[in-house]
């Protein structure tokens, strides 16, 4: 999600700090630059030892902790909690912010909690009503919480605001693609095309809407497309399996699969789409694919243990390949 980042936050640090802290503050930004967020965090950790009331220490250490790197789920939320502590004493010190109700938004979107996060993006915009990126947060949160009229009008007034604004028709070209309005989820990523060309994300998601309304050609179109614009972007490969697969090109569909575990080591769905086209050749090697799927996504180990029980029967193959070579409503 969209927040403000530490060289956003310049007006709270002539706010909040004076001599030594504006000194600490300024090798915390440096530090941040670079990349090293958690020297950062230290700086700004020291800041707040020193004077608890700066409330800009804690807004930027808690971009920080977002920005950390992380080597699992759990670390992640636990870094998003530190996250949603600073930002909740940045609003108990100085609750007139609304970049902060803007980043506390969208920190809760991140975590999926999208009723707080539209409670927080509405005082943003209560704060200030034409607040671009609390308002196409705001159309995100609704939207992922069904509420898509309602978001819709969000990013219309976002639209307004800024109608040249790449990320308006990014994130409304997903909540349309989401709520089912294929047609125009695609003219949305069309006109990013058009602002950024050489970015293959739009030509991802709109090779992805033109698999729903099965203009298939045009979607391997644009997922060859957006290979060309990044060789080394995952995704357009895996959607580039689903549909030769779909299409009954097994043994090409399973080599842009193996090419989207390559570049993606840690995607589960990778792992499972190669179990379910190697079902019916390699039961084995399919079920490796189903373990490391579950592995890599405890969440749904109910799933690929039910896939690995049907390798046991010829019948429980057939039925695992049919699921995935007729189901092209089953999209990630």
Same mark, same amino acid.
């Given at each position: ?80 909690? #530190? !996250?949603?502590? *600073? ?5 108990? =010190? @100085?609750?007139?912010? %609304?970049?902060? &109700?803007? $980043? ?20 943003a915009l209560e704060l200030r ?20 009229? #309602? !978001?819709?009008? *969000? ?5 307004? =605001? @800024?109608?040249?604004? %790449?990320?308006? &028709?990014? $994130?409304r070209g997903l909540a349309l ?41 045009? !979607?391997?179109? *644009? ?5 060309? =614009? ?6 357009? &490969? ?95």
């Amino acid at each position: 999600m969209k927040k403000i980042w530490l060289v956003a936050l310049s007006a709270l640090v002539l706010a909040a700090c004076g001599g030594s802290e504006a000194s600490l503050f300024r090798k915390a930004q440096i530090a941040a630059d670079k990349g090293e967020f958690e020297k950062a965090i230290r700086y700004y950790s020291t800041i707040i030892k020193n004077n608890p009331d700066n409330y800009a220490a804690y807004a930027s250490r808690a971009l920080a902790y977002e920005r950390l790197e992380y080597k699992d789920a759990e670390e992640l939320e636990k870094n998003r909690i #530190a !996250a949603e502590r *600073d930002y909740l004493n940045t609003i108990r =010190l @100085n609750y007139r912010r %609304p970049e902060i &109700y803007n $980043n506390l938004g969208a920190l809760y979107i991140d975590q999926g909690k999208y009723q707080d996060a539209i409670v927080n993006l509405n005082q943003a915009l209560e704060l200030r009503p034409t607040y671009f990126m609390a308002l196409v947060n705001q159309g995100v949160a609704k939207s992922r919480s069904n509420q898509i009229g #309602a !978001a819709l009008v *969000d990013f219309a007034k976002a639209e307004e =605001l @800024n109608p040249n604004a %790449p990320l308006l &028709y990014l $994130n409304r070209g997903l909540a349309l693609f989401a709520a089912g309005y294929y047609q125009q989820a695609a003219e949305d990523f069309s006109q990013l095309m058009e602002m950024q060309p050489q970015n293959p994300r739009p030509y991802l998601e709109r090779g992805r809407a033109f698999m729903k309304m099965e203009y298939y050609q045009n !979607a391997m179109n *644009d997922f060859q497309q957006a290979i060309a =614009l990044k060789p080394d972007y995952a995704m357009p &490969y895996f959607y580039a399996a689903e549909l030769l697969f779909n299409k009954g090109d097994t043994d090409n569909a399973i080599a842009y699969a193996e090419r989207a575990k390559l570049l993606a080591p840690t995607y589960a769905p990778a792992y499972e789409m190669l179990g379910d086209m190697l079902a019916l050749e390699s039961p084995v090697e399919a079920t490796q694919h189903y373990l490391a799927a579950r592995r890599l996504d405890p969440q749904r180990a109910l799933r690929y243990q039910g896939k690995i029980r049907l390798m046991t029967t010829e019948e429980g193959r057939k039925r695992v390949v049919a699921g995935r070579f007729f189901d092209l409503q089953n999209q990630r």
